[in-house]
């Protein structure tokens, strides 16, 4: 009895150190996963875990780019993609309703905007008000998408309360446009902010007048 005791107390103790070094060796769990996009066979960005409010802050815009992200496509020097952590260089507000830009990729003459979206008490079909100023004379641009398609209805009606991650607003950019690209927020807000590339395949987004 006294010998099986011994075994069992023993075989308690190597189980623990083992559950130990399962728990707290370094590099076991990778907690926090990078954002990524990719290129698609088609030859555009698609987007996965691209929002990140909580990275390590870098430069002015807090923006991670370069190996913030995975460029699998053929050419991955006309790749330009960033993430941006909180506080967003980026922010604005319609009605309730609360707007953040975290991420930004460009492609082939395609920019994405990716959006954090918290909806305020009053829900309803939220309109998509961004637009890309075309000229020095004012002219805009709707994006390619007329709508909000939001996960949970399907359709551009938002739940009330509800935040929404990684919204994605895509714009064609015409070779005419000038650089940086001078964008608005629409709506009542109507703020603008320019997004430029970097030397390191990133994109930097400014307010008009400021640098990044």
Do not use: H
Not at 49 to 75: C, D, E, H, I, Y
Not at 80 to 98: C, H, I, K, L, R
Request: charged share 5%; glycine share 12%; net charge negative.
């Amino acid at each position: 009895m006294t010998k099986v005791l011994i075994i069992l107390v023993s075989l308690a103790i190597i189980l623990g150190i083992i559950a130990f070094v399962i728990v707290f060796s370094p590099g076991t769990y990778n907690l926090v996963s990078s954002p990524q996009a990719s290129s698609t066979s088609s030859g555009t960005l698609s987007f996965n875990g691209l929002a990140n409010s909580t990275g390590t802050p870098g430069g002015g815009n807090n923006a991670s780019s370069g190996g913030a992200f995975t460029n699998n496509g053929s050419n991955s020097t006309d790749i330009f993609t960033s993430a941006y952590s909180y506080p967003y260089v980026m922010s604005w507000n319609e009605g309730q309703n609360d707007f953040s830009v975290t991420g930004a990729a460009m492609q082939n003459g395609t920019l994405s905007l990716a959006l954090k979206i918290q909806i305020g008490n009053l829900g309803g079909c939220i309109p998509i008000d961004l637009r890309l100023v075309t000229d020095e004379s004012g002219d805009v641009m709707p994006p390619v998408q007329a709508t909000f398609s939001f996960p949970d209805t399907g359709s551009c009606t938002a739940t009330p309360n509800a935040t929404y991650q990684n919204q994605i607003v895509t714009f064609s950019m015409p070779q005419s446009a000038p650089s940086p690209y001078l964008f608005t927020t629409g709506g009542t807000s109507n703020q603008f902010f320019q997004i430029s590339t970097t030397t390191d395949n990133g994109i930097q987004i400014s307010l008009p007048g400021t640098s990044g």
